[in-house]
């Protein structure tokens, strides 16, 4: 049984350009969550994917945006990347309100 | 104040010795309690989950819930070099499945 996957491992970016990050959820979940851990923190709610819609969002501003298609998988896309959007990108899926679980996340470095 | 508040550590222990992991929240309605183990480079996994005030067991951790004080524990038993990590306190937020997590206690279990 396939765990919680990412794609993709590492990835380096210039300042202003965009990314685009993947997650495949566990085998019969339907939710996907998106995290952001910066070093020394703990991971901060980006938003939530449910039927394809965000169900919810964190505080994070518009050039955060997110898909989720119909076999559940889901994209981030963050747009005119910063500095400060260096992180780790965590997904975590779930179904309905059981726990959530994570991938092994992507490391975004934006230089 | 935060909303979900730990000693960030390092809680040092020897082998052997319980280790006694601490988090308050501050969001009264809350219902649900994770605690996440994260080693250093990797994702957070999910060890305990709690939802009923007293003690949780599985194996040599036990997760202690106290509605009224809006406090949450993680004991660890016998405590293992491997042991050393950090610890992410998690409790849900709002109806949905939104995660809201503490920084994180770095715990080190030298032999």
């Known amino acids: 049984d396939a765990g919680v996957t990412q794609s993709p491992t590492h990835l380096i970016k210039t300042r202003g350009q965009q990314v685009t990050l993947r997650c495949s959820p566990k085998s019969g979940h339907d939710t996907v969550s998106w995290y952001q851990q910066a070093l020394g923190q703990g991971p901060q709610f980006i938003f939530q994917?449910?039927?394809?819609?965000?169900?919810q969002r964190g505080n994070f501003p518009d050039r955060f945006s997110g898909h989720q298609f119909p076999n559940y998988s889901s994209e981030l896309n963050v747009n005119a990347l910063l500095l400060g959007d260096s992180a780790l990108y965590l997904c975590?899926?779930?179904?309905?309100?059981?726990?959530?679980?994570f991938g092994p996340g992507t490391r975004l470095t934006v230089t | 104040q935060k909303e979900v508040e730990q000693n960030s550590g390092p809680l040092s222990v020897p082998e052997g010795a319980i280790a006694s992991l601490n988090c308050t929240y501050s969001d009264r309605v809350s219902q649900s309690f994770f605690w996440y183990r994260q080693y250093s480079g990797k994702s957070p996994e999910l060890i305990m989950s709690?939802?009923?005030?007293g003690d949780k067991e599985d194996g040599r951790f036990t997760a202690q819930l106290n509605k009224a004080s809006q406090y949450v524990s993680l004991l660890i038993r016998d405590s293992q070099p491997s042991d050393s990590a950090t610890y992410l306190c998690a409790v849900k937020s709002g109806g949905y499945n939104k995660l809201i997590f503490g920084a994180g206690t770095r715990l080190a279990v030298h032999p």
């Open positions: 975590a899926s779930s179904s309905r309100a059981t726990e959530q679980y």
């Open positions: 709690i939802y009923s005030n």
């Open positions: 994917y449910y039927e394809e819609e965000e169900r």
